[in-house]
Nanobody
Framework: QVHLVESGGGLVQPGGSLRLACTTS????????MAWFRQAPGKEREGVSC????????FYADSVKGRFTISRDNAKDTVYLQMNNLKPEDTAVYYC????????????????????WGQGTQVTVSS
């Protein structure tokens, strides 16, 4: 059975950093894409970053390029999202998701390709 569990969220001041972790079970990271999405109150869920774990390709939303980094540790079955220089507009619930291995920069931002999701972790950026 597939499980995704996010952790690492919290309250941080603008300019600060957080590292989110998504611990997985029930499948091999080598055969799946892994992504982070976020959803702020009153807004649609939006893609933040994606990693194609078979070859390490990564994608980022324009709003987080240069500030966020996605990575994975296959030995720990865990995907990370390092978030630096956080801004108030980054405040949201962050979700981990897994999808098929053939996602590319044309479709990774859509929620439809992903078939398993975590419960989310709250990130609040405020002074």
């Amino acid at each position: 059975q597939v499980h995704l569990v996010e952790s690492g969220g919290g309250l941080v001041q603008p300019g600060g950093s957080l590292r989110l972790a998504c611990t997985t079970s029930g499948f091999s990271l080598n055969h799946r894409s892994m992504a982070w999405f976020r959803q702020a109150p009153g807004k649609e869920r939006e893609g933040v970053s994606c990693i194609i774990t078979s070859d390490g390709s990564t994608f980022y939303a324009d709003s987080v390029k240069g500030r966020f980094t996605i990575s994975r540790d296959n030995a720990k079955d865990t995907v990370y999202l390092q978030m630096n220089n956080l801004k108030p507009e980054d405040t949201a619930v962050y979700y981990c998701a897994t999808g098929p291995p053939f996602l590319d920069d044309n479709n990774w931002l859509r929620t439809e390709p992903y078939d398993y999701w975590g419960q989310g972790t709250q990130v609040t950026v405020s002074s």
